[in-house]
Protein backbone atom coordinates (compact mmCIF):
# COMPACT_ATOMS: atom_id res chain seq x y z
CA UNK A 1 0.00 0.00 0.00
CA UNK A 2 1.43 3.39 -1.05
CA UNK A 3 1.50 6.21 1.11
CA UNK A 4 -0.84 8.49 -1.53
CA UNK A 5 -3.03 5.10 -1.38
CA UNK A 6 -4.16 4.51 1.97
CA UNK A 7 -4.25 8.34 2.69
CA UNK A 8 -7.39 7.92 0.66
CA UNK A 9 -9.22 4.68 1.90
CA UNK A 10 -12.45 5.02 3.36
CA UNK A 11 -13.26 2.22 5.93
CA UNK A 12 -17.04 1.80 5.71
CA UNK A 13 -19.21 -0.39 8.57
CA UNK A 14 -21.32 -3.07 6.68
CA UNK A 15 -22.29 -4.90 9.60
CA UNK A 16 -25.99 -4.41 9.43
CA UNK A 17 -26.13 -5.25 5.64
CA UNK A 18 -26.34 -8.94 6.35
CA UNK A 19 -28.47 -9.16 10.09
CA UNK A 20 -31.37 -6.71 8.39
CA UNK A 21 -34.01 -7.37 6.16
CA UNK A 22 -35.01 -3.80 6.39
CA UNK A 23 -34.47 -0.41 4.29
CA UNK A 24 -30.97 0.46 5.61
CA UNK A 25 -29.79 -3.56 5.25
CA UNK A 26 -30.89 -2.40 1.32
CA UNK A 27 -29.50 0.93 1.75
CA UNK A 28 -26.05 -0.66 2.49
CA UNK A 29 -26.03 -3.48 -0.04
CA UNK A 30 -27.16 -1.28 -3.02
CA UNK A 31 -24.25 2.03 -2.51
CA UNK A 32 -21.69 -1.03 -1.67
CA UNK A 33 -23.14 -2.25 -5.22
CA UNK A 34 -23.33 1.79 -6.63
CA UNK A 35 -19.58 2.30 -6.01
CA UNK A 36 -18.15 -0.83 -7.27
CA UNK A 37 -20.30 -0.14 -10.52
CA UNK A 38 -18.20 3.71 -10.54
CA UNK A 39 -15.11 1.72 -10.75
CA UNK A 40 -11.32 2.81 -9.07
CA UNK A 41 -10.84 6.66 -8.56
CA UNK A 42 -9.38 9.13 -6.17
CA UNK A 43 -10.90 7.43 -3.30
CA UNK A 44 -10.56 3.46 -2.10
CA UNK A 45 -13.71 2.08 0.00
CA UNK A 46 -13.49 -0.72 2.38
CA UNK A 47 -16.19 -2.49 3.36
CA UNK A 48 -16.18 -4.03 6.92
CA UNK A 49 -18.81 -6.51 8.08
CA UNK A 50 -17.62 -7.37 11.54
CA UNK A 51 -18.17 -10.56 13.56
CA UNK A 52 -21.41 -12.73 12.40
CA UNK A 53 -24.15 -12.42 14.69
CA UNK A 54 -25.67 -14.91 17.07
CA UNK A 55 -28.57 -16.95 16.18
CA UNK A 56 -31.85 -15.25 17.25
CA UNK A 57 -32.82 -17.78 20.48
CA UNK A 58 -34.32 -15.26 22.69
CA UNK A 59 -33.24 -12.06 25.08
CA UNK A 60 -29.92 -13.24 25.90
CA UNK A 61 -28.82 -13.76 22.28
CA UNK A 62 -30.20 -10.44 21.58
CA UNK A 63 -28.40 -9.13 24.60
CA UNK A 64 -25.23 -10.69 23.12
CA UNK A 65 -25.74 -9.16 19.92
CA UNK A 66 -26.43 -5.95 21.13
CA UNK A 67 -23.04 -6.40 23.05
CA UNK A 68 -21.18 -7.27 19.64
CA UNK A 69 -22.85 -4.23 17.61
CA UNK A 70 -21.40 -1.83 20.33
CA UNK A 71 -18.04 -3.78 20.34
CA UNK A 72 -17.77 -3.67 17.03
CA UNK A 73 -18.53 -0.10 16.47
CA UNK A 74 -16.89 1.35 19.22
CA UNK A 75 -13.83 -0.35 19.50
CA UNK A 76 -13.23 -2.83 16.31
CA UNK A 77 -14.17 -0.68 13.86
CA UNK A 78 -11.95 2.25 14.48
CA UNK A 79 -8.84 -0.15 15.39
CA UNK A 80 -9.03 -1.18 11.51
CA UNK A 81 -9.40 2.48 10.49
CA UNK A 82 -6.54 2.82 12.47
CA UNK A 83 -4.36 -0.07 11.55
CA UNK A 84 -5.38 0.53 7.74
CA UNK A 85 -4.47 3.95 7.81
CA UNK A 86 -7.74 5.02 6.98
CA UNK A 87 -8.30 8.87 5.77
CA UNK A 88 -12.30 8.49 6.92
CA UNK A 89 -14.67 6.01 8.26
CA UNK A 90 -18.75 5.64 6.87
CA UNK A 91 -21.09 5.02 9.48
CA UNK A 92 -24.12 4.41 7.64
CA UNK A 93 -26.45 3.71 10.06
CA UNK A 94 -27.21 6.66 12.44
CA UNK A 95 -24.29 6.14 14.63
CA UNK A 96 -20.94 6.62 14.66
CA UNK A 97 -18.18 5.49 16.60
CA UNK A 98 -17.57 6.83 20.11
CA UNK A 99 -14.33 7.69 19.17
CA UNK A 100 -12.32 7.47 15.40
CA UNK A 101 -8.43 7.87 14.49
CA UNK A 102 -9.98 10.14 11.45
CA UNK A 103 -13.05 11.87 10.25
CA UNK A 104 -15.94 10.37 9.87
CA UNK A 105 -18.96 10.49 7.76
CA UNK A 106 -22.34 9.42 9.12
CA UNK A 107 -25.71 8.35 7.40
CA UNK A 108 -28.52 9.06 8.89
CA UNK A 109 -31.87 7.75 8.12
CA UNK A 110 -34.57 8.86 10.13
CA UNK A 111 -34.94 10.57 14.11
CA UNK A 112 -37.78 8.11 14.18
CA UNK A 113 -37.10 7.71 18.16
CA UNK A 114 -37.82 11.73 18.43
CA UNK A 115 -40.44 12.09 16.27
CA UNK A 116 -43.06 9.00 17.55
CA UNK A 117 -40.86 8.32 21.14
CA UNK A 118 -43.99 6.22 22.08
CA UNK A 119 -43.12 3.25 19.54
CA UNK A 120 -40.21 2.50 21.41
CA UNK A 121 -38.65 0.79 24.65
CA UNK A 122 -37.41 3.82 26.96
CA UNK A 123 -33.89 2.58 27.19
CA UNK A 124 -33.37 2.24 23.03
CA UNK A 125 -34.84 6.04 23.26
CA UNK A 126 -32.05 7.03 25.58
CA UNK A 127 -29.08 5.33 23.83
CA UNK A 128 -30.35 6.56 19.92
CA UNK A 129 -31.04 10.10 21.50
CA UNK A 130 -27.14 10.01 23.28
CA UNK A 131 -25.56 7.88 20.43
CA UNK A 132 -27.18 10.28 17.27
CA UNK A 133 -27.20 13.20 18.90
CA UNK A 134 -23.05 12.82 19.35
CA UNK A 135 -22.71 11.33 16.10
CA UNK A 136 -24.31 13.91 14.30
CA UNK A 137 -22.85 16.90 16.04
CA UNK A 138 -19.29 15.29 15.37
CA UNK A 139 -19.38 13.99 12.35
CA UNK A 140 -17.60 15.87 9.72
CA UNK A 141 -20.34 15.65 6.58
CA UNK A 142 -23.84 13.84 8.01
CA UNK A 143 -25.75 12.09 5.04
CA UNK A 144 -29.58 12.88 5.38
CA UNK A 145 -31.62 10.40 3.30
CA UNK A 146 -34.44 13.17 2.69
CA UNK A 147 -34.69 16.63 3.17
CA UNK A 148 -37.38 15.60 6.27
CA UNK A 149 -34.22 14.10 7.77
CA UNK A 150 -31.99 17.03 7.01
CA UNK A 151 -34.50 19.06 8.47
CA UNK A 152 -34.81 16.76 11.95
CA UNK A 153 -31.42 16.87 12.27
CA UNK A 154 -31.09 20.52 12.16
CA UNK A 155 -33.81 21.37 14.56
CA UNK A 156 -33.91 18.80 16.92
CA UNK A 157 -29.96 17.83 16.89
CA UNK A 158 -28.60 21.17 16.34
CA UNK A 159 -26.61 20.16 13.30
CA UNK A 160 -25.33 23.02 11.36
CA UNK A 161 -26.91 22.95 7.61
CA UNK A 162 -23.16 23.53 5.97
CA UNK A 163 -22.28 20.08 7.16
CA UNK A 164 -25.55 18.50 6.12
CA UNK A 165 -25.52 16.43 2.93
CA UNK A 166 -28.98 15.44 1.28
CA UNK A 167 -28.34 12.18 -0.74
CA UNK A 168 -32.23 9.92 -1.02
CA UNK A 169 -32.07 6.50 -2.04
CA UNK A 170 -32.07 5.36 -5.37
CA UNK A 171 -33.98 2.14 -6.76
CA UNK A 172 -33.51 0.01 -9.84
CA UNK A 173 -36.54 0.32 -12.29
CA UNK A 174 -38.25 -2.42 -13.33
CA UNK A 175 -38.01 -2.70 -17.02
CA UNK A 176 -40.26 -6.02 -17.12
CA UNK A 177 -43.37 -5.73 -19.98
CA UNK A 178 -46.59 -4.60 -17.85
CA UNK A 179 -49.05 -7.63 -17.11
CA UNK A 180 -52.70 -7.07 -15.75
CA UNK A 181 -52.33 -5.99 -11.92
CA UNK A 182 -54.67 -8.31 -9.47
CA UNK A 183 -57.19 -7.62 -6.63
CA UNK A 184 -55.29 -7.12 -3.66
CA UNK A 185 -53.52 -4.23 -1.63
CA UNK A 186 -49.96 -4.47 -0.51
CA UNK A 187 -48.46 -3.55 2.78
CA UNK A 188 -44.49 -3.76 3.23
CA UNK A 189 -42.57 -3.82 6.19
CA UNK A 190 -41.84 -4.67 9.33
CA UNK A 191 -44.70 -4.23 11.60
CA UNK A 192 -43.65 -1.66 14.18
CA UNK A 193 -46.33 0.94 15.89
CA UNK A 194 -45.14 3.65 13.37
CA UNK A 195 -46.13 2.03 10.69
CA UNK A 196 -50.01 2.06 11.74
CA UNK A 197 -50.60 -1.96 10.80
CA UNK A 198 -53.49 -2.80 12.77
CA UNK A 199 -55.40 0.46 11.71
CA UNK A 200 -54.74 -0.83 8.04
CA UNK A 201 -56.16 -3.88 8.53
CA UNK A 202 -59.08 -2.73 10.57
CA UNK A 203 -59.31 0.12 8.26
CA UNK A 204 -59.55 -2.87 5.02
CA UNK A 205 -61.91 -4.86 6.89
CA UNK A 206 -64.19 -1.60 7.16
CA UNK A 207 -63.91 -0.85 2.98
CA UNK A 208 -64.23 -4.78 2.20
CA UNK A 209 -67.63 -4.60 4.38
CA UNK A 210 -69.36 -2.07 2.24
CA UNK A 211 -67.08 -2.58 -1.25
CA UNK A 212 -69.11 -3.63 -3.95
CA UNK A 213 -68.65 -6.80 -6.52
CA UNK A 214 -67.36 -4.90 -9.65
CA UNK A 215 -64.51 -3.93 -9.26
CA UNK A 216 -63.75 -6.65 -7.91
CA UNK A 217 -62.90 -6.07 -3.81
CA UNK A 218 -59.24 -6.31 -3.02
CA UNK A 219 -57.77 -8.85 -0.54
CA UNK A 220 -55.17 -6.84 1.72
CA UNK A 221 -51.32 -8.56 1.75
CA UNK A 222 -48.96 -7.74 4.32
CA UNK A 223 -45.36 -8.50 3.45
CA UNK A 224 -43.40 -8.43 6.76
CA UNK A 225 -42.96 -9.25 10.14
CA UNK A 226 -41.07 -8.18 13.56
CA UNK A 227 -42.11 -5.41 15.89
CA UNK A 228 -43.98 -5.03 18.70
CA UNK A 229 -47.43 -4.42 16.57
CA UNK A 230 -46.96 -8.23 15.19
CA UNK A 231 -49.36 -9.41 17.61
CA UNK A 232 -52.00 -6.44 17.46
CA UNK A 233 -51.95 -7.21 13.66
CA UNK A 234 -52.75 -10.93 14.08
CA UNK A 235 -55.44 -10.10 16.28
CA UNK A 236 -57.09 -7.76 13.60
CA UNK A 237 -56.62 -9.75 9.99
CA UNK A 238 -59.75 -11.57 9.20
CA UNK A 239 -60.39 -13.98 6.12
CA UNK A 240 -59.82 -10.65 3.67
CA UNK A 241 -56.16 -10.21 5.06
CA UNK A 242 -53.11 -12.53 4.28
CA UNK A 243 -49.95 -12.38 6.41
CA UNK A 244 -47.05 -13.57 4.88
CA UNK A 245 -44.28 -12.83 7.17
CA UNK A 246 -40.79 -11.70 5.46
CA UNK A 247 -40.45 -12.67 1.69
CA UNK A 248 -37.79 -13.31 -0.64
CA UNK A 249 -36.49 -10.52 -2.64
CA UNK A 250 -37.73 -12.02 -5.61
CA UNK A 251 -41.11 -12.93 -4.02
CA UNK A 252 -41.35 -9.16 -2.90
CA UNK A 253 -40.67 -8.23 -6.29
CA UNK A 254 -43.74 -10.66 -8.17
CA UNK A 255 -45.56 -8.83 -5.31
CA UNK A 256 -44.84 -5.40 -6.14
CA UNK A 257 -45.49 -6.45 -9.93
CA UNK A 258 -48.66 -7.86 -9.23
CA UNK A 259 -50.45 -5.42 -6.67
CA UNK A 260 -53.20 -3.18 -7.86
CA UNK A 261 -52.38 -0.90 -4.93
CA UNK A 262 -49.31 -0.55 -2.18
CA UNK A 263 -50.67 0.95 0.76
CA UNK A 264 -48.31 2.94 3.27
CA UNK A 265 -49.77 4.94 5.93
CA UNK A 266 -46.93 5.45 8.29
CA UNK A 267 -46.95 7.99 11.08
CA UNK A 268 -43.08 9.19 10.47
CA UNK A 269 -40.40 7.86 7.49
CA UNK A 270 -36.60 8.89 6.91
CA UNK A 271 -37.43 7.88 3.58
CA UNK A 272 -39.84 5.14 3.34
CA UNK A 273 -38.10 3.02 1.05
CA UNK A 274 -41.16 0.84 0.10
CA UNK A 275 -43.17 3.07 -1.75
CA UNK A 276 -40.04 4.13 -3.94
CA UNK A 277 -39.95 0.08 -4.55
CA UNK A 278 -43.26 -0.11 -5.63
CA UNK A 279 -43.75 2.63 -7.66
CA UNK A 280 -40.28 1.18 -9.29
CA UNK A 281 -42.14 -1.80 -10.36
CA UNK A 282 -45.44 -0.13 -11.85
CA UNK A 283 -47.09 -0.02 -8.50
CA UNK A 284 -48.90 2.93 -7.51
CA UNK A 285 -48.80 3.88 -3.90
CA UNK A 286 -51.09 5.51 -1.76
CA UNK A 287 -48.96 7.23 1.42
CA UNK A 288 -49.87 9.38 4.29
CA UNK A 289 -49.02 12.94 4.02
CA UNK A 290 -46.07 13.70 6.37
CA UNK A 291 -42.35 13.13 6.93
CA UNK A 292 -40.33 12.37 3.72
CA UNK A 293 -43.08 10.40 2.37
CA UNK A 294 -43.98 13.33 -0.25
CA UNK A 295 -40.76 13.53 -1.31
CA UNK A 296 -40.54 10.02 -2.43
CA UNK A 297 -43.77 9.71 -3.70
CA UNK A 298 -43.91 13.60 -5.44
CA UNK A 299 -46.98 14.19 -7.33
CA UNK A 300 -47.91 11.05 -8.48
CA UNK A 301 -48.21 8.98 -5.09
CA UNK A 302 -51.99 8.96 -3.42
CA UNK A 303 -52.33 10.76 -0.03
CA UNK A 304 -53.73 10.08 2.43
CA UNK A 305 -54.85 12.54 5.57
CA UNK A 306 -57.07 10.41 7.73
CA UNK A 307 -55.46 7.31 8.60
CA UNK A 308 -57.77 6.49 11.49
CA UNK A 309 -59.71 2.94 10.27
CA UNK A 310 -61.96 4.94 8.86
CA UNK A 311 -60.10 7.64 7.21
CA UNK A 312 -58.51 4.43 5.58
CA UNK A 313 -61.25 2.30 4.49
CA UNK A 314 -62.85 5.85 2.68
CA UNK A 315 -60.04 6.16 1.04
CA UNK A 316 -59.33 2.62 0.04
CA UNK A 317 -62.87 3.02 -1.56
CA UNK A 318 -62.13 5.93 -3.42
CA UNK A 319 -58.83 4.91 -4.93
CA UNK A 320 -59.68 1.59 -5.59
CA UNK A 321 -62.97 2.68 -7.45
CA UNK A 322 -61.02 3.07 -10.74
CA UNK A 323 -58.80 0.51 -11.92
CA UNK A 324 -57.90 2.18 -14.82
CA UNK A 325 -56.50 5.68 -13.63
CA UNK A 326 -54.73 3.25 -11.03
CA UNK A 327 -52.53 1.21 -13.81
CA UNK A 328 -52.03 4.78 -15.23
CA UNK A 329 -51.34 6.07 -12.40
CA UNK A 330 -48.73 3.15 -12.26
CA UNK A 331 -46.74 3.92 -15.42
CA UNK A 332 -46.80 7.31 -14.14
CA UNK A 333 -45.01 5.89 -10.62
CA UNK A 334 -42.28 4.29 -12.20
CA UNK A 335 -41.45 7.33 -14.81
CA UNK A 336 -41.04 9.16 -11.33
CA UNK A 337 -38.90 6.32 -9.50
CA UNK A 338 -36.19 6.39 -12.15
CA UNK A 339 -35.30 9.92 -10.89
CA UNK A 340 -33.79 8.66 -7.96
CA UNK A 341 -31.05 6.35 -9.42
CA UNK A 342 -27.75 4.79 -6.91
CA UNK A 343 -25.33 5.82 -9.15
CA UNK A 344 -26.20 9.55 -8.32
CA UNK A 345 -26.47 8.02 -4.73
CA UNK A 346 -22.79 7.29 -5.05
CA UNK A 347 -21.37 10.04 -6.86
CA UNK A 348 -23.05 12.13 -3.83
CA UNK A 349 -21.33 9.83 -0.84
CA UNK A 350 -17.87 9.75 -2.72
CA UNK A 351 -18.25 13.36 -2.61
CA UNK A 352 -18.72 13.56 0.86
CA UNK A 353 -16.26 11.19 1.56
CA UNK A 354 -13.76 13.97 -0.42
CA UNK A 355 -15.52 16.46 1.68
CA UNK A 356 -14.41 15.07 5.09
CA UNK A 357 -10.77 14.45 3.71
CA UNK A 358 -9.93 17.38 3.08
Known sequence: MTPDTASRLVVVDARM???RRTGVATYIRELRDALAEAGPGDVRVEWRAGPPALPRRGRLTSLGNLALDLAWLHVWLPLAAWRGRAAAIHAPVNWAPWWSPCPVVVTVHDLSWERTPDAYPAGFRRYARIFGRRSARRARVVIAVSGATAEDLATLYGVRRDRLRVVPYGIRVDDAPDEPREPFVLSVGELHPRKRLPALVEGHGLYLESAPPDPPPCRLVIAGAGGSDEEAVRRAAGSGCDLLGFVAPERLV???RRATLLAYPSAYEGFGLPVLEAMAHGCPALVARNSSLPEVGGEVALYLDDPTPAGIARRLAEVLADRAALEERGRASRRHAATF???????????AYREAMR
Open 254 to 256: DLY
Open 341 to 351: AWPVAAAATLD
Open 17 to 19: ARR
